[in-house]
Protein backbone atom coordinates (compact mmCIF):
# COMPACT_ATOMS: atom_id res chain seq x y z
CA UNK A 1 0.00 0.00 0.00
CA UNK A 2 1.16 3.64 -0.40
CA UNK A 3 0.02 6.11 1.62
CA UNK A 4 0.02 10.22 0.53
CA UNK A 5 0.06 13.50 2.52
CA UNK A 6 -0.74 16.51 0.77
CA UNK A 7 0.39 20.03 2.56
CA UNK A 8 1.22 23.43 1.00
CA UNK A 9 -2.62 24.59 0.19
CA UNK A 10 -4.41 28.23 1.07
CA UNK A 11 -5.81 31.55 0.18
CA UNK A 12 -3.75 33.63 -2.30
CA UNK A 13 -4.40 36.30 -4.36
CA UNK A 14 -4.50 36.37 -7.78
CA UNK A 15 -1.07 36.43 -9.68
CA UNK A 16 0.89 34.77 -6.47
CA UNK A 17 1.84 31.85 -5.80
CA UNK A 18 1.90 28.21 -3.48
CA UNK A 19 4.31 25.21 -3.72
CA UNK A 20 2.01 22.27 -2.89
CA UNK A 21 3.68 19.47 -1.57
CA UNK A 22 2.76 15.67 -1.55
CA UNK A 23 5.00 13.06 0.65
CA UNK A 24 4.75 9.33 0.01
CA UNK A 25 5.11 6.07 2.11
CA UNK A 26 4.67 2.65 1.74
CA UNK A 27 5.40 0.40 -1.15
CA UNK A 28 6.74 3.59 -2.65
CA UNK A 29 9.45 1.35 -4.87
CA UNK A 30 6.14 0.12 -7.03
CA UNK A 31 5.35 3.73 -7.77
CA UNK A 32 5.30 4.09 -11.34
CA UNK A 33 3.99 8.01 -11.99
CA UNK A 34 3.12 10.43 -9.40
CA UNK A 35 0.65 13.41 -10.12
CA UNK A 36 -1.51 16.14 -9.54
CA UNK A 37 -5.10 16.51 -10.31
CA UNK A 38 -7.88 18.97 -8.62
CA UNK A 39 -11.31 19.04 -8.36
CA UNK A 40 -13.83 22.82 -8.53
CA UNK A 41 -17.13 22.82 -6.98
CA UNK A 42 -19.65 21.33 -9.24
CA UNK A 43 -16.89 19.96 -11.84
CA UNK A 44 -14.99 16.70 -12.85
CA UNK A 45 -11.97 15.87 -11.13
CA UNK A 46 -8.93 17.03 -13.86
CA UNK A 47 -5.57 16.14 -14.07
CA UNK A 48 -2.84 18.94 -13.75
CA UNK A 49 0.42 17.92 -13.97
CA UNK A 50 1.75 14.02 -13.77
CA UNK A 51 5.89 12.98 -13.33
CA UNK A 52 7.09 9.29 -14.12
CA UNK A 53 9.43 7.37 -12.69
CA UNK A 54 11.74 8.71 -15.68
CA UNK A 55 11.20 11.97 -14.96
CA UNK A 56 8.99 12.82 -18.01
CA UNK A 57 6.00 15.22 -17.77
CA UNK A 58 2.40 15.92 -18.86
CA UNK A 59 0.44 19.15 -17.78
CA UNK A 60 -3.21 20.51 -18.65
CA UNK A 61 -3.11 22.82 -20.59
CA UNK A 62 -4.74 25.32 -18.92
CA UNK A 63 -1.15 25.37 -16.72
CA UNK A 64 1.48 25.12 -19.24
CA UNK A 65 4.01 27.98 -18.21
CA UNK A 66 2.62 28.49 -15.19
CA UNK A 67 2.53 25.32 -12.69
CA UNK A 68 6.02 23.07 -12.52
CA UNK A 69 5.98 19.53 -11.56
CA UNK A 70 9.14 17.74 -9.55
CA UNK A 71 10.08 14.89 -7.76
CA UNK A 72 12.56 14.68 -4.61
CA UNK A 73 15.71 12.57 -5.02
CA UNK A 74 14.28 9.45 -3.44
CA UNK A 75 11.35 9.45 -5.59
CA UNK A 76 8.54 9.41 -2.70
CA UNK A 77 7.55 13.32 -3.10
CA UNK A 78 6.63 15.43 -5.58
CA UNK A 79 5.91 19.12 -5.81
CA UNK A 80 3.80 20.95 -7.97
CA UNK A 81 4.78 25.06 -8.18
CA UNK A 82 2.05 26.93 -9.47
CA UNK A 83 2.61 30.68 -10.20
CA UNK A 84 0.91 33.37 -11.72
CA UNK A 85 -2.49 31.40 -10.16
CA UNK A 86 -6.08 32.48 -11.22
CA UNK A 87 -9.20 32.55 -9.61
CA UNK A 88 -9.89 29.47 -12.02
CA UNK A 89 -7.45 27.16 -10.32
CA UNK A 90 -9.39 26.91 -7.09
CA UNK A 91 -10.17 23.72 -6.25
CA UNK A 92 -8.97 21.15 -3.86
CA UNK A 93 -5.87 19.32 -5.40
CA UNK A 94 -4.97 15.90 -4.97
CA UNK A 95 -2.07 14.00 -5.07
CA UNK A 96 -2.23 10.39 -6.95
CA UNK A 97 0.22 7.96 -7.04
CA UNK A 98 0.30 5.14 -9.84
CA UNK A 99 1.13 1.55 -9.33
CA UNK A 100 0.71 -1.32 -11.00
CA UNK A 101 -3.43 -2.37 -11.41
CA UNK A 102 -3.77 0.34 -8.78
CA UNK A 103 -3.94 3.91 -8.07
CA UNK A 104 -4.14 5.84 -5.18
CA UNK A 105 -5.34 9.06 -3.51
CA UNK A 106 -4.23 11.79 -0.82
CA UNK A 107 -7.01 13.09 1.23
CA UNK A 108 -6.47 16.66 -0.68
CA UNK A 109 -5.65 20.24 -0.22
CA UNK A 110 -8.11 23.06 -0.90
CA UNK A 111 -6.22 25.96 -2.90
CA UNK A 112 -8.12 29.51 -3.09
CA UNK A 113 -7.04 32.10 -5.47
CA UNK A 114 -9.11 35.75 -5.07
CA UNK A 115 -9.18 38.05 -7.87
Known amino acids: QVQLVESGGGLVQAGGSLRLSCAASGTIFMINALGWYRQAPGKQREMVALITRGGSTTYADSVKGRFTISRGNAGNTTYLQMNSLKPEDTAVYYC?????????WGQGTQVTVSS
Open 96 to 104: NAVIPRYVY
